[in-house]
């Protein structure tokens, strides 16, 4: 088979995962030097396809043929789908070559599982470790763990790769074990484990060799299952705490060819993807709890953000007066976030805040104008039963859904 | 009104700036010539010996010089009245001037942001086209157009990314070139280092292109999200840019509601045998197949 023709299969059955992060990794610098390669901390993405997701890496599956028969993968094993195989000689060439073109900031390697779960995961090491010793490549290295592989090829892995990643694939255990019938909770943990203790050791020990300074991350797979996004939320949370995951991504199930009868066959849920993103966001950067977004079992609301809809369901705390509140509470007005609160406080230092100046600092205003006193504003709509703010601010107008 | 010409750099209105500061000229009494050439008779235009060793320099904080350098880099019709404007108040004292709340300080935050994110689009859209490998010259060339003056200061970049490899990237305004070892900047841009970087495109691009297809999912389709990370202004300069409405409409024709690239759907698959215990038979490793 041709290069170009196994790029195509092997793209294809790689883009499943959401992830494309190329960010966090530690500055390195080709300057002066042989081989190529930089980092800076900041991700770059290079181009965006019509689905509006970035391309920072090559993204592909080493091998796309698998023994594992998880119901939601396109490459699965009962799945009628072109199968190939990179040589990791191929998949150097291919990252370097797009490399020095500009199109991508690093590589983002998989694989099917093929023979074990060992063989496979020293595969994918083989690949970085072309890159890293014989290229001296210093871009980015993101590679994903085969959860029962041994701890030691995990350890090795680090020593190359930026970041590592375990998918938990699905919220809930009992979902694994429906549709994911040769993996386990258990040692996907594991893995998630080994990596946590392996940057922790590089972290503490002086002269320990360098260990995914870009971290962990995780997906979840959203609609495949019933789980509901509360149970979404506290898995995630739980993940973070647990693991100090940089991110768990959430990827809407799309629906793949010759679909088996167990997973839906429907447009991939985009606005509730794009709901527990924001919910995620909320708790790693705003100190939310899961229990503040939803204080049971049940979905987040489409029709409007997690932060208003706290907000609509907390006005005992507003409006707040944003010449008085402490930072943090400044943030969880709807409409402003961390950045146009610390802006908002340094420009307090200098004068009183009037309504003007959120013009100027690009607050989402029409969500902020109930929920804030300013030194020449205060609400009218201060009184207002939540429910009808709600219709006001919702983003899909009432009357839509008579269509 | 006061005529100020300077050579339309930031280092040359730098320097007259400082001397009008100095003299108290307030911002509404200048008028800035970046064309540096109008110099009249009755210009009185003051030049770095114009400053007065005798009076005290006016104090300014180091980083507003940064951020106004940064911001100079804004092209439109005026770009200097405002750095000056700012200049002048922060020397008084008014340091609100240059916060992003403020008046003037909004629009100084404003061009700053802007160029922040143009140096940020020549770092992910610019693409690099290799030259034949016995060829004179840089081995590496690049036709890009930002739309601010970041060329020179954002390019540093590319010494880090590609190491001794040689590059050069040409603009319809400005080109930089580097040798391995050091940057070359000219302004304008050499005609001969424009006729470089039109390189034509090498068969190596069809394997990018057909990535860029294959990673797109189709169920996803999004035009919104895509242009606005992707502004449609780069798309001719991009290899993929052409592919980019032809991957739209047959996604909407819903040639395929599944995610799976028309490329791979149009190939014959294969299932693979469940393996027979827990050691997988040799029979399902592809590795046999090469």
Known sequence: ????????????????????????????????????????????????????????????????????????????????????????????????????????????????????????????????????????????????????????????????????????????????????????????????????????????????????????????????????????????????????????????????????????????????????????????????????????????????????????????????????AEPAMIARVPGIGVLSAKRLVALRRQKRIRFEDLTRLRCALEKAKPFIVTQDYHPQQAGSESLLLRQQLSETPAQMALW | MRNAPFDGSFIGWRTVARSLLQQGIAPHQVNWRPDGDSMSLFDQSPTAADLDATKPAPRIPRQLLELLESAACFRMEDRWSLLYRILWRVAQGDRAAMLPGDIDGSQLHKRLKAVRREAHHLHAFLRFQPRPENAEGPQLVAWHEPAHDILASASGHFAERLGRTTWLIATPDDGIYWDGHVLHYQRPCPPEWQRLAHTPEDNGQALWLAYYGSTFNPARLNRSALETSLPVRFWKNLPEGPLIPQLMSQARAGVQRDGQAEAVAGRGGKRISRPAHATVSENADPALRH
């Open chain 1, 1 to 324: 088979m041709q290069l170009i023709e196994k790029l195509t299969v092997l793209a294809d059955a790689a883009k499943y995962d959401a992830s494309c992060a190329s960010s966090g990794a530690p500055n390195r610098s080709s300057k002066g030097k042989s081989g190529i390669g930089s980092t800076t901390g900041m991700g770059i993405c290079h181009s965006f396809t019509p689905d509006g997701r970035c391309v920072a890496l090559l993204k592909i599956l080493l091998t796309n043929f698998c023994l594992y028969d998880c119901q939601y993968c396109v490459n699965r094993r009962s799945s009628d789908v072109p199968r190939a195989r990179f040589t990791p000689e191929e998949v150097v060439t291919l990252t370097l070559d797009f490399y020095k073109r500009n199109c991508i900031s690093g590589l983002f390697l998989s694989s099917g599982i093929i023979r074990s779960a060992d063989y496979t995961m020293e595969q994918l090491i083989r690949v970085a470790k072309l890159l890293r010793e014989e290229h001296e490549f210093r871009g980015y290295i993101h590679l994903k763990t085969i959860p029962d592989a041994d701890p030691l090829l995990i350890a090795e892995a680090g020593r190359y790769a930026d970041r590592l990643s375990v998918n938990i694939e699905l919220p809930t255990e009992s979902s694994l074990i429906r549709l994911a019938p040769e993996k386990q909770v258990r040692t996907i943990k594991q893995a998630m484990h080994s990596i946590h203790q392996g940057e922790h050791q590089a972290r503490e020990e002086k002269g320990s060799p360098r260990f995914a300074p870009a971290g962990q991350s995780t997906q979840m797979i959203i609609g495949a299952d019933a789980t509901d996004d509360s149970t979404i939320l506290h898995t995630a949370a739980s993940l973070y705490g647990e693991y100090r995951l940089r991110r768990v991504y959430y990827s809407a199930f799309s629906p793949i060819p010759q679909s088996p009868n167990t997973v839906p066959f429907e447009a991939p849920p985009l606005l509730r993807e794009h709901r527990l993103y924001q919910a995620d966001f909320l708790l790693r950067g705003y100190g939310f709890e899961v229990g503040e977004l939803l204080s049971g079992p049940g979905n987040l609301a489409l029709d409007i953000d997690p932060k208003l809809a706290w907000a609509l369901n907390n006005r005992e705390h507003f409006p707040v007066d944003l010449n008085r």
